[in-house]
C-alpha cells in the first residue's frame, strides 16, 4: 500500500507516526463565493484543494494533508448569490483552534495552504497566534505566491497587466479548465476590468497589489463578478500553473521542515 498522505485518511497511530516524523501539517483554506457566470462558486475551494493535493502527495512523508478550512471571509460579495461568510472572528478561531488541535498532536510545523485573496489577513494572524502560543511553528501562503508561480504566470500571460488576473480570471478560469472543464462556461467568460479604475491601482493576483488596502463591495466593482479576463484562459495554461503552484508549496514545505525554533529569551 502506498504511503498516506490524507490525514482524514489515517488512523490514530499512523498521525502519531506522521507528527514524530517532522512531517509538515498543510492546511488548505479556501471560501465559497460567486466567481463570474462561467466558473462555479466552489473555484477557489477547488484550485486550492487541487494545488495541496498534488503538493502533498510529490512530497511523500513530508507532509500531510488536513481536510481543508472550507468557508472563508466574503462578506464584500453577499450581493451575489452564492457567498458564505464567514465573521473575521469566528474564522480566526477556528484556524486557530484548528491549528492548535494539531500541534496538540505534535505537530511541529503548520503550513496554511491559502486559495482566497480576502483570507490574507486573517491567516496572517491565525498563523501568528499559533506560532506564539503553541510549540508549531505555522506560517501562511497565498499558493499564488508560492515560490515560482509568479514568473509562469507572467510568462503565459495574455491579459493585462495589471488587472487582468484577479477573480475568475485569466489564471483562475484557466486552473480550473485543467480540472473540470465540464464545469467551465466559456461561452460566458466575460472580460471585465473595475470599471472605477486609479491610475494603476488595480489589484491583480500576480502583479500585486498597489500601496493601498481597501475592499468596496463586489458588486460595486463587478458587474458579473468577474475582474480580469477570462477569455484568455486555456487548460494549457491552467496545467503549467497548478504544476508551478504546487512544485513551489512542495519547496515551501522543505522549507519549513529545515526551519528549527529559535529559542526564547524572557529578558524580564
Ligand atoms: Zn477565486
Redesign the pocket.
Known sequence: MAAKYRYGEMTWPEIKAAAQAQSVAVVPVA?I?D?GLH?PVD??LR?CGEVTERAVSQAGDRSVLVPPITHGYSPHHMDFPGPISIGADTFIKYGVDVCRSLAHHGFSRILIVN???SNTPFVDIIARLTTVETSALTAAVNYWAAPGVREVAESLRESERVGGMN??CEF?TSAYLAIAPQLVDMTKARHELSYRPSKNYWTDLIAGDGPLVMMENWSALSQTGVMGDPTKASAEKGEKLLAAAAAGIVELIDEMRAREPAKRQDHH
Open positions: 471560501t463565493e466567481h466558473l473555484t477557489d484550485l486559495g482566497h485573496g477573480h475568475a483562475e
